[in-house]
DNA sequence: CTGAAAGCGCTTACAG
DNA sequence: CTGAAAGCGCTTACAG
């Protein structure tokens, strides 16, 4: 039933190797004239190889993973901007004639599990935090190579690839302080001394540094990364820290429930409070007022993640040094200068919204 | 380097064939005392069976393809609703021990390609449109079990999981015809007599057709779907259909960059034109107005599909009948009476709208 | 309840 | 430039 590499080499009169040689395009070792009969008996009964039997023979499955967080009895939680990731990763992996298994990793031990089942060739960690990396990879063999996007952590088995997130909450804070703001907030979920969100805080405080201001601590946690907690703190910001003029969210997402909170609650973003976002997920020009937000490129981050890993397979090598890629400001209308006074009832001093 | 299943049975002074039986939980092949033993024997050295091995000597890999759209130089464009199908699937394939594999198809090829190259047990087409199933499925091999999610196709290898698209559209043109609309617009991509948007199509006329009108066929075409398109069309709709007082778009996405087009031009959505979408995506709760929407179940569509491919595969039985999910309306703030005059100055004859 | 043998479809040295 | 043989790590009948 199955065409096999033994029916190719029967028809074609030679033997399987030079089947598989010219299938696997190590053409210097056949003749040109054998290349084409097989190419065309090939083509003919449209033999595929058999990727099973590759991965045994060769201990080389030509299969990366892609593995998310995943709690035990939940979907994968693909948050807009790792589905964005993800299609490229998809793309360029293909492009270079490699496999996609994805799963969600509900345990440590799960990672090992997939890699050694399948012979994965490497993985990609996505969405994982930098806590968590160590005993992720507790068992990864030898000699996979992992990549974790959007990672700082220094674990010698993963190289990390993300965006400048120092640089990116720098100019974001610049932005604010220049257009006028002393209070902002700082939006984020709970963040240890290390990753993402780390960075984000330490450039967020450098810009205050910069200007020989002093930034007075004002952190609202939240305990995820959503629309729904975002908008929740939207609530209860001005009660908690009623001096505040704009905020900085970690996320568009947080920043975009932030401003439907603010929103409900009766105050105009940004004449009220000006907020700004990180991301640039396009969902960020859809809602009312555009967002401003620190623009990543999501594409590049995820071509450049794949193109270290393939090169680290192929070459057998691991590069450890970790790459950072550039971030620059979107301007939107969600961010202008400050407001002297500020009253919750915006039906009071009216200012004209923009025309939505 | 790597724990065989020869080293446990070694180990275990059993054959190999004894512990293969245990690690598939054939048990009542196996006394209690040696299950027991092979048990600890195998999570002692950390032993997981080659996928490729078993693959290769059972003809079957307990993976599944997850076969989606892609541009041959593109990233696989996967829209909200979609992100949200695979996360599902993900789940219910991991709960039940399958494995995904997740392809992006530039050419109809590439699913028989994939389907061998594999030995998929089953895939499941997301995104494709019905026309092409024929096509894609041409070369895919008997025993393999496919599943087209959002279709209506009636190829005989596919079974179609999806939602009541017909019942979906009625319910959306019921709802404008009672609140007083008559000029509505079909807003849609360009569909053929088959599949989804044909079904809304219906649907939508159906309500016409049961309150005893007439609907005069004023179809909007976008050329894809999504909010670029939409918007477009938002700046020439009111233009090229002055009379229409409602529109109905087959996508939250297009619905939404429906809306923000009216708003540019000046109109206000609903008070001069009432936009209904359909998806209930998380975002057309995001958006101002937010959307009237018709809500299909996204992760029960998903399970569902799971459920029957498993099903299919496991019991070798190929079930073609389709099944058909229920859908309902969401009213939010996007859908309002229409008003009698209509001017591009919203500050004329202003209607209080709902409050967001 | 347990085992020995054949075979799944490839690739990898090693020869010529 | 081409080939014969061994082996990758399992499962599948078939025996006992």
Tied chains: 1, 2.
């Excluded at 010698?156 to 909450?169: E, F, I, K, N």
Aim: aromatic content about 4%; glycine content about 8%.
């Amino acid at each position: 039933m199955r065409v096999t590499l033994k029916d190719i080499a029967d028809e074609a009169g030679v033997s399987m190797m030079t089947v598989s040689n010219v299938v696997n395009g190590k053409r210097a070792r056949v003749s040109p004239e054998t290349i084409e009969r097989i190419q065309r008996i090939v083509a003919e009964r449209g033999y595929v190889p058999s990727a099973s039997a590759r991965s045994l023979a060769a201990r080389s499955s030509r299969m990366i993973g892609l593995l998310v967080p995943a709690a035990d009895e939940d979907s994968l939680m693909i948050s807009p901007h790792n589905v964005a990731i993800l299609g490229q990763i998809e793309r360029e992996l293909r492009k270079s004639g490699y496999h996609l298994l994805l799963r969600g990793i509900a345990e440590p031990s799960e990672v090992a599990e997939a890699l050694k089942s399948w012979s994965l060739d490497g993985a990609v960690l996505l969405g994982f935090l930098d806590e968590d990396l160590d005993r992720l990879t507790a068992g990864a063999v030898g000699n996979v190579s992992l990549l974790a996007i959007d990672s700082y952590s220094t674990n010698p088995l993963t190289t990390g690839v993300r965006s400048d997130d120092y640089t990116g909450a720098l100019l974001a804070a610049r932005h604010l302080l220049d257009l006028g703001h002393r209070e902002i907030i700082f939006a984020a979920p709970p963040f240890s001394s290390v990753g993402v969100v780390h960075q984000r805080y330490d450039g967020f405080r450098a810009a205050f540094a910069e200007t020989g201001l002093m930034w007075t601590e004002r952190l609202a946690t939240v305990e995820t990364t959503t629309h729904a907690t975002g908008r929740e703190l939207g609530h209860r910001l001005l009660t908690e820290h009623p001096e505040a003029t704009a905020v900085f969210a970690t996320a568009d997402i947080l920043a975009i429930g932030i401003m439907e909170g603010l929103s409900d609650s009766g105050y105009d973003v940004p004449s009220d409070v000006s907020v700004l976002g990180f991301d640039n997920l396009d969902l960020s020009e859809y809602v009312t007022p555009k967002l401003t937000t620190i623009a990543q490129d999501i594409p590049q981050k995820a071509a450049i993640a794949v193109r270290r890993l393939l090169a680290a397979i192929e070459q057998r090598e691991h590069p450890t040094e970790a790459v950072t890629l550039d971030v620059h400001l979107i301007e939107r209308a969600s961010t202008s200068h400050p407001r002297g006074a500020r009253t919750a009832d915006t039906g009071a001093d009216w200012i004209s919204p923009k025309p939505s």
